[in-house]
């Protein structure tokens, strides 16, 4: 099983700017799969909704329109971790950022049912 942990939430003013790191613990068999990884998000009282994902094969990504053109997805050169580069927060991108990890391909943003592994999320608060 794939174990995910997530770091770099914090507390921005809107427009500000903060960088989402998971750390990826993949086993050989794992690492050497096609998979895909996303980062969701989940405010208050709100269902867990995809923001990003990366697809292993090609390093293609998918974004919700919400985030387009201020949020990007990536992974280091090792693939062992995932990043999320946050521009412009507004006071909606609060919420709880999570990773997740879903074997197989992905031709466009993944939902929650879609994930095999969760990370235990990293708190982002934005103040307008």
């Known amino acids: 099983q794939v174990q995910l942990v997530e770091s770099g939430g914090g507390s921005v003013q809107a427009g500000g700017s903060l960088r989402l790191s998971c750390a990826a613990s993949?086993?050989?068999?794992?690492?050497?799969?096609?998979?895909?990884l996303t980062w969701f998000r989940q405010a208050p009282e709100k269902e867990r909704e995809g923001v990003a994902t990366i697809y292993s094969v090609g390093g293609n990504t998918y974004y919700a329109d919400a985030v387009k053109g201020r949020f990007t997805i990536s992974r280091d050169t090792t693939k062992s971790t995932l990043f999320l580069q946050m521009n412009n927060l507004r006071s909606d991108d609060t919420g709880t950022y999570y990773c997740g990890y879903s074997r197989g391909w992905c031709y466009t943003l993944l939902k929650a049912n879609k994930i095999d592994s969760w990370g235990q999320g990293t708190q982002v608060s934005v103040s307008s």
């Open positions: 993949f086993s050989q068999y794992e690492e050497d799969k096609i998979y895909c």
